[in-house]
C-alpha cells in the first residue's frame, strides 16, 4: 500500500475543514475486528487532529454502546473522548422534523 500525495483522498482530507463526522453503522460493525478497528481509529484519530465533532450512527443495543463508549476513552484523545454523540434505535426512534428544539432529546443520552 502507498500512501502520499498522490492519493485523492488523503489530499482530499486535508485540503477540506470540517466541523462533523458521521460515521456508518457498517463501520462500526466492522471495527469489531483487526483491520476494522484500526480504520475506525484512523478516522477518530483524524476527527480529534481536526477538532471535529463525531457521530456514530447505528447504535442498536447496549453491547455496541458499550463498545463506543470504550471507543471513545482511548489515549489519543482521553480528556475530551473521541466520540460525542450515538444515534440508533437503542436510544429512541427518529422523530418527525417538525419537533421544536426544546422537544428534542440530548444526543448523548446515558
Known amino acids: 500500500m502507498t500512501v502520499g500525495s498522490g492519493n485523492n483522498g488523503l489530499e482530499m482530507l486535508r485540503k477540506v475543514s470540517f466541523q462533523y463526522v ?7 460493525v466492522s471495527a ?3 483491520n476494522g478497528r484500526a480504520a475506525l481509529m484512523a478516522i477518530l484519530a483524524f476527527a480529534a487532529e481536526s477538532h ?3 457521530v456514530i450512527e447505528g447504535v442498536e443495543d447496549r453491547a455496541t454502546l458499550d463498545f463506543v463508549r470504550d471507543l471513545s476513552r482511548t489515549p489519543v484523545n482521553p ?8 444515534q440508533g434505535y437503542l436510544l429512541g426512534r427518529p422523530q ?3 419537533l421544536a428544539p426544546g422537544d ?6 446515558a
Open 22 to 28: 458521521k460515521i456508518d453503522r457498517e463501520v462500526l
Open 32 to 34: 469489531e475486528s483487526g
Open 52 to 54: 471535529a465533532q463525531v
Open 79 to 86: 480528556a475530551n473522548g473521541l466520540i460525542h454523540g450515538v
Open 96 to 98: 418527525p422534523e417538525f
Open 104 to 109: 428534542i432529546p440530548s444526543p448523548l443520552a
